[in-house]
RNA sequence: GCUGGGUUCGUAUAACGGUUAGUACUCAAGAUUCUCAAUCUUGCAAUAUGGGUUCGAUUCCCGUACCCAGUACCA
């Protein structure tokens, strides 16, 4: 039995985003599930559309979500160029396996699989205009072949000629004609797919010694041994070629499977990069800034747990049969099965992806977590904030959290005292009731809080009466409940201005619980200052 | 256009010929409460469509519609 061995091989022409992460997962997962290795290899064979930061960023994200590989361009944060016990088939940059590629290309020209092509990338602008100016579209096959500058078209001497003299031919499949190619994939089983439909493929590129995707991939996931190659969707078309490159080759082939892709929230299409800012949600793991310096979001930046993005991710396009749906990476690993993913396209749902989060901060113990906040708090401008303190307000706030800076977001004002009242709090404090006048002169409540309201307008009076009973209330600590109902005051009322002193907010935590957490002294002082700012 | 792939509640999915078509997210209502969340309970909501095959189709086959991908000297 062959040792399983899989791939992840991204194009370094940008940031990896979530869709390739998954990706890169399935193939984890899958070669973890099977006790074999897990590979990255990085495609860099497209010299034009290379983009600086790009494979660091890919690797830096798959480490954030704890894909580790076994083997690849980089471990531990270096480069391995050379070959080593450890690294056995480095290097795992096609960049830097520039020389391997030619003799594989110019073996299948003597074997009749290939040709070389002399055609400018002018001459077949033109004729793929023509083409479709006539309605058509333009092939490069066997169609069209024969009429064009190629090895089998040209007399030998001059192919030989201009093989030397000049530098912009390539090397081209040459498709057989007629015949039906049989595939299967783990995930959509069998395909079939009639060769005449298929191009000539270019493989190699005399300009920049540089082979295609098609055949680096190929000639790398032999020599690299991969057992199953699990990439994306988009690759289902080039599978009939990949087929005949092998059988060209007479490798042994590895096995497919064809992921579905993740598409955008709301409409149609594939997820893009845009969608994200759009929408208010990341599609990349980690921040990334392009050369214009636009920002783009990245799920740990804004918040997210690797685990939960890894189990939200996970769930997207393959499910195990049951009703689990929370996984760690290990239960990930026992449950993954290539058949169980799905043939079509999942679309993303951002507010699955929160609940996600929020049953992974459930998880967390109240310490860890009140050690996440520290920063956080910090960020905030609060530095030195009682751990113990900390604590009790992660406690208190939990339950209602998604994410820790959640903890700041939900209520700040257990750090800080409110400076503002919202507008809907105080439009709700009680206006006066004519069928239960107030006498202003009642000697009730402490008459020099009241004072202002009763000096301004008999208006205010109500209003007055209830911020009274909120200071006195206020004043009793803990009990201001029991105090309350003794009085027989009407306690919604009352508590929900306490709370608009207390929070700035109409709305939140339980006022005894902030009382208890921000103590007698902080309460008081809030509450004379809303008594004055809104008399 | 052509070639290939896909299609179960709004979303992710379960049901590998026989179920009142299940679950989760979202949404709505109720309970609870000093408010808001959280929580609990209940509810709304789906097999794209037309033909076959079969005693019986979400499930198998064919057509149609729609969606996606590919159609580069990009990956």
Redesign the pocket.
């Known amino acids: 039995m062959k040792r399983t061995r899989v791939r992840f ?3 370094p ?1 940008g940031p990896l985003h979530m869709g390739g992460v998954r990706t890169a997962l399935y193939n984890y997962l899958y070669a973890k599930k099977n006790g074999g290795d897990f590979t990255i290899r990085i ?1 860099d ?2 010299s ?2 290379f983009v600086p930061g790009a494979e660091e960023y890919i690797i830096k994200s798959l480490r954030w979500c704890g894909i580790i590989p076994d083997e690849g361009v980089d471990e531990n944060g270096k480069v391995v160029s050379t070959p080593s016990a450890k690294h056995p088939h480095a290097p795992y940059r096609q960049s830097e396996r520039r020389s391997i590629y030619r003799k594989y290309a110019d073996q299948l020209v003597e074997a009749g699989w290939a040709y070389y ?1 002399f ?3 002018e001459e ?1 602008e033109k004729c ?1 205009a023509a083409a479709e100016s006539a309605g058509q ?4 096959n066997s169609g069209t072949r024969g009429a064009l500058r190629n090895s089998l078209t040209l007399p030998a001497d001059e192919v030989a000629t201009l093989l030397e003299t000049t530098t ?3 090397v081209r499949f040459k498709m057989p004609e007629g015949r039906v190619v049989e595939m299967d994939d783990l995930i ?2 069998h ?4 060769t005449s ?1 298929l ?1 000539d ?2 493989l190699w ?3 920049d010694e ?5 055949l ?2 190929i000639v790398d996931d032999h020599l690299m041994e991969i057992t199953e190659v699990i990439r994306g ?6 599978l009939p070629l990949h087929y005949l490159l092998y059988e060209a080759f007479g490798w042994e082939r590895p096995r497919f499977a064809h992921l ?2 993740l ?1 955008k ?1 709301v409409g ?3 997820l893009s990069k845009r969608d994200g800012d759009k929408m208010g949600f990341p599609v990349f793991p980690l921040n990334w800034q392009n050369s214009e310096g636009e920002t783009y979001h990245g799920y740990r930046e804004d918040g997210y747990f690797p685990e939960a993005f890894v189990n939200l991710l996970a ?5 195990p ?1 049951t ?1 689990q ?1 929370l996984f760690s990476m290990d239960e990930l690993i026992d449950a993954f099965s290539i058949d ?1 993913v ?8 951002p ?2 992806a ?2 996600y989060n929020r049953e992974y901060l459930r998880m967390k113990s109240s310490e860890e977590l009140a050690q996440l906040f520290i920063p956080v708090l910090e960020a905030h401008g609060i530095s030195g904030a009682d751990p113990a303190y900390v604590l009790k307000v992660v406690e208190l706030i939990r ?2 959290a998604t994410f820790v800076e959640d903890f700041w977001t939900i209520a700040p004002y257990l750090f800080i005292a409110p400076s503002e009242y919202a507008a809907y709090g105080v439009s709700m404090v009680p206006k006066p009731d004519p069928s239960k006048p107030i006498d202003p002169r009642a000697k009730v409540y402490d008459e020099s809080l009241t004072a202002p309201f009763v000096a301004k307008d008999s208006e205010k009076f109500w209003s007055a009466e209830i911020y009274a009973m909120a200071l006195e209330a206020s004043r009793q600590g803990e009990a201001m ?1 029991d105090y309350i109902r003794a009085k027989e005051w009407p ?2 009322k009352v ?2 201005l ?2 608009l002193g207390l929070t700035g907010s ?8 902030i009382a208890a957490l921000i103590g007698p002294e902080e309460v008081e002082r809030r509450m004379k200052y809303i008594a004055e700012r809104l008399a």
């Open positions: 091989a991204p194009s022409t495609e064979t497209d034009h559309r092509a055609d400018s990338a077949l793929r579209t333009f092939i490069y912009d031919w390539t959509r089983g395909v079939s797919v009639d439909t191009d493929k270019v590129k005399r300009a540089l082979p295609t995707y098609h680096a991939n969707e988009e690759w289902l078309p080039s579905p892709l598409l929230p149609n299409g594939k769930m997207l396009g393959w499910n049969g009703e749906e169980k799905s043939k079509s396209g999942a679309k993303f749902n507010d699955k929160k609940w339950e209602r409940e306690i919604g508590m929900n306490i709370r109409a709305s939140g935590l339980g006022v005894l619980q």
